[in-house]
């Protein structure tokens, strides 16, 4: 069986995946056979992709299920699929009003990536699995008497950060204290319809920054991912990274499995291209306003819209790259025939303004020509002798 007979389901919420991940894995269980408690740790850590490798059948059955528990989905073509760029890492940039000037690596010149152009920025804690467990040294405690790790020590002698940049390194220091395996890095993914960019926490030089730059980087993490999401009007971010940067709190981005952030890449690629329609309702919610680069071109509807579209290739119906009318292309549009069927009538003169003109001139014309006639006959009378008395032919 080809790609193009295999379909993948997703939800247009992937928060949806990880509350519901039972619900899901027993509507599955139903269509595929496979053991609900397999499809479960599946669900949880797709992301948002529900299944894959589905045929096209068992895929509508799952998603008109989803649909019915009040958990939007949409379908994709295997041969569909989206891919994500290749990702390039910022090792630092300046924040213009336009545009972000980002420093790709060692390059000599800055890579513009204008601001309008961004359609997702997801900003997340990793917890990567080290190769061996860490051992701490040192011990100290907060005033709650939180066990905390050598390195917090330091910046409590320092004081070199701002209490929100302390809330965020201790939550850190917690969490890796219980998990001694971990190590949470942070990031800021950025891409567009055709580029993929990546911000490291650590690998930033935070100095473009200016005047807004601080003395911690978790501080300068903060100011750049607030600085970027006030300007992207545009783009597709994830309600997590909007409460992680209005609060701070580290539990809102925080993402324990790396295939699981693997998942949920692919499937926000497959959303801002299968379905605008939840970007758009995403951005207006994030802004007050639908901006005119998401606005759709056309009428009618848009794939997905059914929970089951929106299966086309990336160049189909669900794209966001606008398509312009056919007319455009070939010319304008033949005009139908009276014997082709499609109830086109000849237009009537109050229909045709130059038909009405042509009348009226005509009726001017006819009273003109009549009053003309109607003058010559009166003066020729007026003109004209009497006639002598006796004359023949004269009464007398």
């Known amino acids: 069986m080809s790609d193009q007979d295999r379909h993948a389901v997703l939800l247009c919420d992937a928060a949806t995946a990880a509350r519901r991940a039972v619900e899901i894995a027993d509507l ?12 479960a740790l599946r669900v949880r850590y797709g992301s948002g992709i529900v299944a894959r490798e589905l045929f096209r059948d068992d895929a509508e059955k799952v998603a008109a299920a989803l649909e019915l528990d009040g958990m939007a989905a949409f379908l994709v073509a295997e041969d569909g699929f989206v891919l994500e760029p290749r990702r390039r890492k910022i090792t630092g940039g300046v924040i213009g009003e336009d545009a972000f000037f980002a420093q790709i690596g060692h390059a000599a010149a800055p890579t513009e990536i204008p601001w309008r152009a961004v359609r997702i920025v997801n900003a997340y804690a990793l917890a990567h699995q080290l190769p061996e467990k860490r051992k701490k040294e040192h011990v100290v405690f907060t005033a709650e008497g939180e066990e905390l790790d050598d390195s917090v020590k330091d910046l409590q ?9 302390m809330r965020i390194i201790e939550s850190v220091a917690r969490y890796e204290e219980r998990f001694p395996d971990r190590d949470v890095k942070f990031y800021i993914d950025l891409s567009t319809l055709d580029a993929s960019y990546q911000v490291r926490r650590r690998e930033y030089n935070f100095e473009g920054l200016g005047d807004l730059c601080m003395n911690h980087s978790m501080d300068n993490f903060m100011v750049l ?3 970027i999401l006030k300007r992207v009007r545009c783009a597709f971010v994830p309600e997590r990274s909007v409460t992680f940067a209005e609060t701070a709190d580290l539990a809102a981005i925080l993402v324990e ?15 801002i291209v299968y379905r ?3 970007v758009r309702a995403s951005v207006e919610r994030r802004t007050g306003e639908v901006p005119d680069e998401l606005v759709p071109d056309r009428g009618g509807d848009e794939p997905g819209d059914d929970g089951a579209g929106g299966d086309e290739s990336p160049g189909g119906e669900g ?8 007319s455009a292309e070939g010319g304008a549009s033949p005009k139908p025939g009276p014997d082709e069927g499609s109830g086109w009538k000849e237009p009537t003169p109050e229909q045709n303004p130059m038909g009405m003109l042509l009348i009226v001139l ?7 020509l009549l009053g003309y006639m109607g003058y010559m006959t009166f003066t020729t009378s007026e003109r004209t002798p ?4 006796g004359a023949p032919g004269t009464p007398r």
Do not use: C, F, H
Not at 28 to 39: E, F, K, N, R, V
Not at 319 to 326: A, E, F, G, K, R
């Open 225 to 227: 991912l607030r600085q």
């Open 386 to 389: 009497p006639s002598a008395p």
């Open 28 to 39: 599955l269980s139903l269509t595929t056979g496979q053991p609900a408690q397999d499809l």
């Open 362 to 368: 005509t009726i001017l014309g006819l009273i003109g």
């Open 257 to 271: 499995k790396e295939e699981e952030q693997r998942s949920y890449a692919r499937w926000v690629q497959q959303l």
């Open 157 to 165: 002698k320092l004081r070199i950060y701002s209490n929100e940049a």
């Open 276 to 278: 605008p329609d939840v």
């Open 319 to 326: 794209d966001l790259v606008t398509i312009s009318d056919p």
